[in-house]
């Protein structure tokens, strides 16, 4: 299984960006899909998650209200439209693909990684 993440940038404390994560190599829409991110010297942490079938949605409180994750099984994609953005959102961040159909918050519901993709957000 391949994920390719991309979408970052730099942009100003406000700003929006939008991820995308492109996967191949099994069947997309059997599985759940994640993004988590992680900054300089931390963990990496869980952001978003989505159910296989795309109706279920999870964030992590810091970003709920502001960032939206979506998919789309006819094109294999995941995005994370990151809107509001703050300077603690800084980090890079990763695609993930799950080991069920189901919602996972930790990295070890996760079996497949994308390579990450930088956001940074300046003040």
């Known amino acids: 299984v391949q994920l390719q993440a991309s979408g970052g940038g730099s942009v100003q404390a406000g700003d929006s960006l939008r991820l995308s994560c492109a996967a191949s190599?099994?069947?997309?829409?059997?599985?759940?899909m994640g993004w988590f991110r992680q900054a300089p010297g931390k963990e990496r942490e869980f952001v978003a998650t989505?159910?296989?079938?795309?109706?279920?949605?999870y964030y992590t409180n810091s970003v709920k209200g502001r960032f939206i994750i979506s998919r789309d099984n006819a094109k294999n994609t995941v995005a994370l439209q990151m809107n509001s953005l703050k300077p603690e959102d800084t980090a890079v961040y990763y695609c993930?693909?799950?080991?069920?159909?189901?919602?996972?918050?930790?990295?070890?519901?996760?079996?497949?990684w994308g390579q990450g993709t930088q956001v940074t957000v300046s003040s």
């Open positions: 989505i159910t296989a079938s795309g109706v279920g949605t």
């Open positions: 993930a693909a799950g080991r069920s159909s189901a919602i996972a918050t930790v990295t070890s519901g996760y079996a497949y």
């Open positions: 190599g099994r069947t997309f829409s059997s599985y759940a």
